[in-house]
T-cell receptor, first 116, second 114 residues
Framework: DAGVIQSPRHEVTEMGQEVTLRCKPISGHNSLFWYRQTMMRGLELLIYFNNNVPIDDSGMPEDRFSAKMPNASFSTLKIQPSEPRDSAVYFC??????????????FGPGTRLLVL | AQSVAQPEDQVNVAEGNPLTVKCTYSVSGNPYLFWYVQYPNRGLQFLLKYITGDNLVKGSYGFEAEFNKSQTSFHLKKPSALVSDSALYFCAVSSAGGSYIPTFGRGTSLIVHP
C-alpha cells in the first residue's frame, strides 16, 4: 500500500491566491483528518470526515478554509484567499474504526505551504 | 474548555533506560486521550489512544501510556529506550461527550543518548 498520499508536497503562493491541497487516503479507510502544524500554534486538527461526510469542522480557523471529500479516495482542503499566516505544514491522515480502540491514524508526508 | 500540559520541553534519557514523557489534561467530563510522535525523517505518526476501559494502553513500538483519572494524567512510557525513539511527542485530549476535535500539547522533545 502506498500510504496516505498528499499533493503538492510544497506550495509557494502569494497572498490573496487560492490554494488547494489534496489527499488520497489509504484504500479501505473510511475516516479522514486534516491537521495543521505551525511554530506559533502547534499542531491542530482542522476537520474530519467519516464515510465522506464532514463530522466536525470546529477546528477550521476561518471561513476562508473549506474542505471536501467527494468520494472515499479523495479529499481537498482549500484556502481562499490565502494569507501569510496560513503558512504551515498541512497533514492528512486516515483510519478505520473511528472512535474505537482499534483506531490508528496513518499520516501523509504533509504539504508545506508558504504564503508570501 | 479543554487543555493539555506537557511540562517538559525536553527529556533526555540513556539508551536502555526506561523513559517517561509527562502529560496532564483538563476536560469537562470523560476524556479521550492521544499520543502522537513526529520523527525527523519519518513524519507524524499516531502512537496510541485511550477511550475507556483499561487504564494502561499499549501502542506502537513498545510504547504504553497510563491513564490516571485522579491525577488527570496520561504519561507515555517505555521500559527500554532506543536511540531511534528520539523524536517530538505530542499529547492531546478531547471530551468524550463533546467535539472529537482534540487540543494538543506543545510537544516534548525526547533525546535518547547512546
Amino acid at each position: 500500500d502506498a500510504g496516505v498520499i498528499q499533493s503538492p508536497r510544497h506550495e509557494v503562493t502569494e497572498m490573496g491566491q487560492e490554494v488547494t491541497l489534496r489527499c488520497k487516503p489509504i484504500s479501505g479507510h473510511n475516516s479522514l483528518f486534516w491537521y495543521r502544524q505551525t511554530m506559533m500554534r502547534g499542531l491542530e486538527l482542522l476537520i474530519y470526515f467519516n464515510n465522506n461526510v464532514p463530522i466536525d469542522d470546529s477546528g477550521m480557523p476561518e471561513d476562508r478554509f473549506s474542505a471536501k471529500m467527494p468520494n472515499a479516495s479523495f479529499s481537498t482542503l482549500k484556502i481562499q484567499p490565502s494569507e501569510p499566516r496560513d503558512s504551515a505544514v498541512y497533514f492528512c491522515a486516515s483510519t478505520v474504526a473511528l472512535g474505537t480502540i482499534r483506531e490508528t491514524q496513518y499520516f501523509g508526508p504533509g504539504t508545506r505551504l508558504l504564503v508570501l | 474548555a479543554q487543555s493539555v500540559a506537557q511540562p517538559e520541553d525536553q527529556v533526555n534519557v540513556a539508551e536502555g533506560n526506561p523513559l517517561t514523557v509527562k502529560c496532564t489534561y483538563s476536560v469537562s467530563g470523560n476524556p479521550y486521550l492521544f499520543w502522537y510522535v513526529q520523527y525527523p525523517n519519518r513524519g507524524l505518526q499516531f502512537l496510541l489512544k485511550y477511550i475507556t476501559g483499561d487504564n494502561l494502553v499499549k501502542g506502537s513500538y513498545g510504547f504504553e501510556a497510563e491513564f490516571n483519572k485522579s491525577q488527570t494524567s496520561f504519561h507515555l512510557k517505555k521500559p527500554s529506550a532506543l536511540v531511534s525513539d528520539s523524536a517530538l511527542y505530542f499529547c492531546a485530549v478531547s471530551s468524550a461527550g463533546g467535539s472529537y476535535i482534540p487540543t494538543f500539547g506543545r510537544g516534548t522533545s525526547l533525546i535518547v543518548h547512546p
